[in-house]
């Protein structure tokens, strides 16, 4: 359940480099067609920050889709996004309909934990964000994290994995909207 | 690994797809009699709904770092009057 491109993405500083490079190299095209739309600047750093979260997610994950051109790729999405807020908009619906998935409201319940988790199990979140995210191989979370090998980091997932479940169970418990 | 955390993997082995066939019977069987079980799944999901949810916040506020140093860092400073043009003559 490795992604290829993970090993370029390991890193804040490379993912900056990335996204960086990504941005001279395609936000051009992407302010120039919502500028042709009638949309304004800020609509299009909104939506291209939301093509860009869905690219680094589609090259994290394990299908092995190969993207030939980076640059039409992006425009695709960032047209497709513009679409579907533009008809949402018009129609006066919420922007729950994607077919490409983005980042969907949350329930408040939801908010609350991960403000406790952010605040409580920082470590713990930035390991499972490591491997179930950002889908880094396992000697490469180790050299990360600090583990003496694979199978501690793999360890420690597993425990942090419990811990976060743990604290999940117990304010859903409090936060009754969570589950379900 | 202690066996709560076995049973994490085992749990995640079951709802990734990578549980052997024989094993997922047995599992199967085990949910059909073990209410704690179904509790465990449950809140397991859930987790890895929390990680998708804090990593994509993460990922977006880079993105956005990147963003904001485009728009402010002398260096980019053409870029960001490049970019502006496309907008004039709103």
Avoid at chain 1, 111 to 116: P, Q
Avoid at chain 1, 118 to 145: H, I, Q, S, W
């Amino acid at each position: 359940m490795i992604a290829k491109h993970n090993n370029r993405l390991s890193t804040a500083k490379l993912r900056e480099a990335f996204f960086l490079a990504l941005y001279k190299k395609v936000f051009p095209n992407v302010a120039r067609y919502i500028s042709r739309m009638g949309g304004s600047l800020d609509e299009a750093q909104d939506i291209f920050q939301d093509t860009l979260v869905i690219y680094y997610e589609k090259l994290t994950s394990t299908q092995n889709e190969v993207i030939l051109n980076e640059g039409a790729y992006l425009l695709g999405i960032a047209k497709k996004l513009w679409f579907q807020r533009h008809q949402a908009i018009t129609k006066n619906q919420p922007l729950n309909d994607f077919d490409i998935e983005v980042v969907a409201d949350e329930q408040p319940a939801t908010g609350k934990i991960l403000h406790y988790l952010e605040t409580a199990g920082m470590k713990c979140m930035e390991l499972l964000k490591a491997y179930y995210y950002d889908r880094l191989p396992a000697d490469n979370v180790a050299k990360l994290f600090g583990y003496s090998g694979t199978h501690s980091a793999t360890v420690a997932k597993y425990k942090c994995m419990e811990k976060v479940r743990e604290t999940i169970k117990q304010k859903s418990l409090k936060y009754a909207d969570f589950i379900e | 690994m202690r066996t709560s955390l076995n049973k994490i993997k085992a749990i995640e082995d079951y709802l990734l797809g990578s549980m052997a066939p024989g094993d997922v019977l047995l599992f199967e069987a085990n949910i059909l009699l073990n209410s704690d079980l179904i509790d465990d799944i449950k809140y397991q999901q859930s987790t890895y709904s929390i990680i998708r949810q804090y990593s994509r916040q993460n990922i977006k506020a880079e993105i956005k770092a990147v963003q904001e140093t485009l728009t402010t860092a002398p260096q980019h400073r053409d870029f960001r009057q490049y970019i502006a043009n496309f907008f004039k003559k709103h």
